[in-house]
């Protein structure tokens, strides 16, 4: 029956993946494969699916209520941001400093905000909730491919900011520190031995994707179903269109012991933006049902795959899986690469794989004597390797909001993020035995 566990596990991953690729709605596809775990491994299918603590239904639920004001929230603002013109005169701002004729330097522009945002504590789906309706205009203007633009959201939202720079506040980079002790600068040299090395393979690799792009003749085209934002006749000055934004960090800033600090700024800069672009859109009603309307969606896709992790946790097959993983020859970092990236894989969710990782492999690696400032690192690292699965709830998100099919897209971010995360892991191993 071992086996048999293991194989549904497997099979379960191997569903899930193909059903979201062949445009089976995630909300659909994961409950299906969860009974394909449930059923392989013997499990209660009522109590595993419906219980009200470790199920699916309580997995779903805990992640809306912690996650859903945050969607919802990030949904309003970036409809304000985006109905005022706020992201048209953003746009435009960094064309006129960038210039038109760089491609390359509108990239490096969004490249940076999303890296400004996230370590200033914005959460990725925020920003990608902020970033969408501010590159469209760029993308358009300097007639890029739209299929390139994960690359600089997530080289600078996914890379660095998220598992590598000291102090980044990602949540991936916060769970170690309760397990472990150790701070968010967890072994601040190799951190950034390795920021540097995935910021200069993001760089390199967006470069190499827009010549050959260009070189192919690619241009900017309207995706088919993607809907137009009416955008006011009149828009906002440069001042009153960031400022939202710089209202979003500086809250995140100065309350940042604060619980829900992330709800409360974004409450805070959506009512900053319901008052400063009231003479652009009197009629705010509008903006508000579209935009709670539109979270709902990506909110449910997210915390089904959640659900679906919390699933296969349960399993009799992963614990299987789980002990095979960490008999892997060597030194004990690798085997804690491998257990963390293949988690995190399989439920497509990198703090996810980093909350896993710190419950069930780090006390056992602590016991080893092995440094926790470097399984710190390590097991962030690890957890981001491949965490780019198209039944990821953060990709779901992305290409359902960028109207970019995963065909299209997933590509760019699959190579950016696995590899060089893969390169970033390797000099933190080769780094590890000097410093540590």
Request: hydrophobic share 55%.
């Amino acid at each position: 029956m071992e086996i048999l566990a293991i194989l549904g596990v497997l099979l379960a991953v191997v569903a899930i993946i193909y059903w979201t690729t062949k445009n089976l709605h995630v909300i659909v596809a994961a409950p299906l494969a969860s009974l394909i775990i449930i059923l392989t491994n013997q499990m209660n299918i009522l109590e595993v699916m419906l219980g009200k603590e470790q199920s699916y239904m309580a997995g779903l639920a805990g992640f809306l209520i912690n996650n859903f004001a945050i969607f919802m929230l990030g949904s309003i603002l970036a409809r304000y941001m985006e109905a005022s013109g706020a992201t048209l005169t953003i746009a435009n701002s960094i064309l006129k400093v960038m210039g038109k004729d760089s491609p390359y330097k509108g990239l490096l522009a969004i490249t940076l905000i999303a890296s400004i945002l996230t370590y200033g504590g914005v959460s990725i789906f925020v920003v990608i909730f902020t970033l969408l309706p501010l590159s469209r205009p760029l993308f358009k203007e300097l007639n890029i491919n739209w299929a390139l633009f994960p690359i600089p959201v997530f080289l600078g939202a996914g890379t660095y900011t998220m598992t590598t720079l000291p102090g980044a506040p990602s949540i991936q980079n916060v769970i170690p520190t309760k397990v472990l002790g150790t701070s968010l600068t967890a072994a601040p040299i190799i951190s950034l031995a390795a920021s540097l090395t995935l910021l200069v393979f993001g760089l390199l690799y967006m470069a190499y994707c827009l010549k050959k792009s260009l070189a192919n003749g690619e241009t900017y085209t309207e995706e088919e179903d993607e809907t137009a934002v009416v955008v006011a006749d009149k828009t906002p000055n440069l001042f009153l269109s960031v400022l939202p934004l710089f209202s979003l960090i500086g809250t995140i800033f100065l309350m940042s012991k604060t619980p829900n600090v992330l709800a409360i700024g974004l409450l805070v800069s959506i009512l900053i933006s319901a008052l400063i672009f009231y003479p652009y859109l009197p009629n705010q009603k509008d903006i508000l049902n579209a935009a709670t309307t539109a979270s709902i969606v990506p909110a449910f896709a997210t915390s089904s795959t959640v659900a679906f992790g919390t699933v296969l946790t349960l399993s009799a097959g992963f614990a299987v899986i789980q002990e095979w993983i960490q008999q892997i020859p060597g030194s004990p970092l690798i085997s804690l690469s491998v257990s963390t990236a293949l988690v995190s894989g399989i439920i497509g969710s990198s703090s996810g794989a980093v909350g896993i990782a710190s419950s069930n492999f780090l006390p056992a690696y602590l016991e080893m004597g092995i440094n926790p400032e470097l399984l710190h690192r390590v097991v962030v690292v690890a957890s981001a390797i491949l965490t780019v699965v198209p039944q990821s709830g953060v990709m779901i998100t992305f290409h359902n909001l960028s109207k970019l099919s995963m065909k299209r897209g997933l590509k760019y971010s699959f190579i950016l993020v696995t590899v060089g995360h893969l390169l970033a892991l390797l000099v933190i191993l080769l780094l590890a035995p000097l410093l540590y």
